[in-house]
């Protein structure tokens, strides 16, 4: 008999790309733990102008989350580049369509972990992170972070945190990541993919 696969929702806005290498990077770290799944989602981005709506699907890159996939998963990674040391309204406008998920529990009970990059190097990356974490509380989730027997988080000059794997990724996402950040979230991923088995075997 085989052991169905778990599926962690890799959730993530990215506007010049480099938050969707981190979400990458993560996937990677997923699906390092065998019977794990990475399901890589986007959200579209908001407009300011009522006429402009985004196409029913990207030109490029994964698809847009649906809440099927908040139901589907076994556990989540959510991503967005910082905006004035929050998350982006991208990913807020999304969030803040959940309401029946949160009062139905969808989320409830399962692990996630949240990731950003930063134009700058000390632009925000630590309170996006936490800006993040707020409604993934709320749904009821079990927040993991990156423990310090990571030594990345000792040695990186570019990103990293225990809230969370971060990317100081320059002007328009010029930089690339850093091998510590990539290591970084490659273990968060590892990590969240690990805690969601335990999880589950115990459920």
């Known amino acids: 008999m085989t052991t169905p696969q778990l599926t962690i929702l890799v959730l993530f806005y990215s506007r010049h790309g480099s938050t969707r290498k981190m979400a ?8 390092s733990v065998p019977g794990c799944n990475a399901r890589l989602r986007t959200v579209p981005a908001v407009s300011t102008v009522i006429e402009v709506g985004a196409a029913d699907v ?7 989350v649906e809440l099927s996939d908040l139901k589907e998963c076994a556990g989540l990674a959510l991503g967005s ?12 406008y999304f969030l803040d369509g959940t309401a029946a998920d949160w009062l139905s529990g969808t989320l409830s009970g399962k692990p996630g972990c949240v990731f950003t990059s930063t134009g700058s190097l000390h632009g925000g990356q630590e309170s996006t992170l936490l800006s993040m974490m707020l409604p993934l509380m709320h749904h009821g989730m079990l927040l993991l972070g990156l ?14 945190s ?5 990317h100081w990724s320059g002007k328009e996402g010029a930089l690339p990541l850093s091998e510590d ?10 990590r969240l993919a690990e805690t969601s088995s335990k999880l589950q075997a115990q459920a």
């Open 162 to 166: 225990p809230y969370g794997a971060t």
């Open 147 to 160: 423990p310090y027997s990571n030594p990345e988080l000792m040695t990186t000059s570019t990103g990293g």
């Open 181 to 190: 950040s990539r290591k970084l979230a490659i273990a968060l991923g590892k």
């Open 24 to 31: 990458e990077l993560i996937a990677q770290g997923i699906e």
């Open 81 to 92: 580049p910082t905006r004035f040391g929050n998350m982006a309204a991208a990913m807020k």
């Open 58 to 64: 990207p030109t490029d890159g994964p698809p847009y």
